[in-house]
């Protein structure tokens, strides 16, 4: 089978995203960019399937210019392949992505505003906030507009009423960024409700994000 390693890694990822409680049930999906007989792309978790059923075959190989209607695999592609295909399109350093509908960071994304700097590791998402993409029906390409919107300059986003999505150069990078996202959203709302935090100076942030270039290569 081809992209065997690759399929096997995307299962043992979705199935740590129900056993970390990440993304319980069949919710959040993953993805890893691929070439399959030539052809640029990226493989993803099928739609509607309990994690614990996924086999290899199960996956499912798209291009970087194919429609979902198009795709001839036995199985359709999770209904959000479309901002997956996107990210691989506009972020070339995104080799793998997690969606999650983790329970902070879903519960945060509900107000739809951007997490300020609280804390420092806001900065392992890329900037000095993590923005939160506006609300749009799953699956559409007003949604994948907003997430790439949400995404600039940064390697992790919320999605509004949603949950959160993270990038990052495999899928074990990708994976803890997400499980970061989360414990940061959590962390948040317990400072919320002791009342306003103090937020870090755009200054200060500008010499964490210096330093964590340093952090995320260790």
Known sequence: MKNLDQRNQ?????????????SPLRSGNISLRAE?????GYLITPSGKKYET??????VFMGLNEEAENNDSVNKPS?????HRDIYVYKKDAQAIVHAHSPHATA???HG?????FHYMIALAGGEDIKCAEYATFGTEELSQN???????????????????AFGKNLDQAFELA??????????TIALKLGEPKILSLEEMKKVLEKAKDYKKG
Request: charged share 25%.
């Open 108 to 110: 945060v994304s509900s």
């Open 36 to 40: 399959q007989d030539n052809i640029k």
């Open 79 to 83: 209904s959000e392949w479309r901002f």
């Open 147 to 165: 997430v790439i919107k949400a995404l600039e300059n940064r390697s992790a986003c919320l999605m509004s009423n949603h949950g959160q999505v």
């Open 179 to 188: 499980q970061e996202i989360e414990n940061i959203c959590h962390q948040y």
């Open 113 to 117: 505003k951007s997490i300020p700097p």
């Open 10 to 22: 995307i299962i043992e990822h979705s199935l740590k995203l129900n056993s970390t409680n990440l």
């Open 54 to 59: 996924l086999k290899p075959e199960d996956i």
